[in-house]
C-alpha cells in the first residue's frame, strides 16, 4: 500500500515549457486534489476531482489543467510554464464525502527559469 | 467561496508552555474543521479533526474548539516540546456537494528548550 506517489520529486523547466505532473494514490479515494505551497507560504488548491470525470476548479487554477480518467489517477498539466508557478506542488485524495482524512504525496519540487 | 483565515503566522513559545492557534472560516456550510502538522520539507499530515456536531475534541495534549456560531475553531497544545515545532494548517471543507479542502496560510510553531 503505496499510499499517495507523486512524480519527479524534482524538475527544472525554462519559460514555456510544458510537463504534466503524475499522481497516483491505491486507496481507492474518490476525491483528489491537486494544491501548490510557495516557500513559507500556505497551501492553494489549484484543481480537485471528486470521482472519474469529474473536476471542479480551486483557487489558483489559472495556467494548469487536470483531468481524471481513472479513480487512481489525476494528472496536472502546465502549460507554457512561467517563472510564478515555481512552487512545491502536492497531491492529496481522501475517502470522499463525511469529511475524511486527507492523504498529501511527498511533493514536487518545480522550479521555472 | 470558503475563505480560512489563520493567526498568529508565527509562534514561539519555551518547552513546557501552552500553544493556541486560531482560525476563522466564512463558508457557514462548511462543517469538517482538520487541522495538519508539516515538518520541514515534508508532506502535511492530519494531526486532528473535529466536525461541526461537537464542540471540543481531544487527543492527549491537542485539542481543538470550535465555535459555530462565530465561524471559528482553535488548536491547543499543551505542554509543548521541541518536536512540536513545525507548520500547522487549518482546513474547512463542506460535506455535502463538490468538497473543497480549503487551507488557512499556516502558523510556524517554535518550540525552544
Known amino acids: 500500500n503505496a499510499g499517495v506517489t507523486q512524480t519527479p520529486k524534482f524538475r527544472i523547466l525554462k519559460i514555456g515549457q510544458s510537463m504534466t505532473l503524475q499522481c497516483a494514490q491505491d486507496m481507492n479515494h474518490n476525491y483528489m486534489y491537486w494544491y501548490r505551497q510557495d516557500p513559507g507560504m500556505g497551501l492553494k488548491l489549484i484543481y480537485y476531482?471528486?470521482?472519474?470525470?469529474?473536476?471542479d476548479k480551486g483557487e489558483v487554477p489559472n495556467g494548469y489543467n487536470v483531468s481524471r480518467s481513472t479513480t487512481e489517477d489525476f494528472p496536472l498539466r502546465l502549460e507554457l510554464a512561467a517563472p510564478s508557478q515555481t512552487s512545491v506542488y502536492f497531491c492529496?485524495?481522501?475517502?470522499?464525502?463525511?469529511?475524511?482524512?486527507?492523504?498529501f504525496g511527498q511533493g514536487t519540487r518545480l522550479t521555472v527559469v | 467561496g470558503e475563505n480560512v483565515e489563520q493567526h498568529p503566522s508565527t509562534l514561539s513559545v519555551q518547552e513546557g508552555d501552552s500553544a493556541v492557534i486560531k482560525c476563522t472560516y466564512s463558508d457557514s456550510a462548511s462543517n469538517y474543521f482538520p487541522w495538519y502538522k508539516q515538518e520541514l520539507g515534508k508532506r502535511p499530515q492530519l494531526i486532528i479533526d473535529?466536525?461541526?456536531?461537537?464542540g471540543e475534541k481531544k487527543d492527549q495534549r491537542i485539542a481543538v474548539t470550535l465555535n459555530k456560531t462565530a465561524k471559528h475553531f482553535s488548536l491547543h497544545i499543551t505542554e509543548t516540546q521541541p518536536e512540536d515545532s513545525a507548520v500547522y494548517f487549518c482546513a474547512a471543507s463542506a460535506t455535502g456537494g463538490y468538497n473543497k479542502l480549503i487551507f488557512g496560510a499556516g502558523t510556524r510553531l517554535a518550540v525552544h528548550p
Open positions: 476531482s471528486v470521482g472519474a470525470g469529474i473536476t
Open positions: 492529496a485524495s481522501s475517502l470522499g464525502r463525511g469529511g475524511t482524512e486527507a492523504f
Open positions: 473535529i466536525r461541526s456536531n461537537v
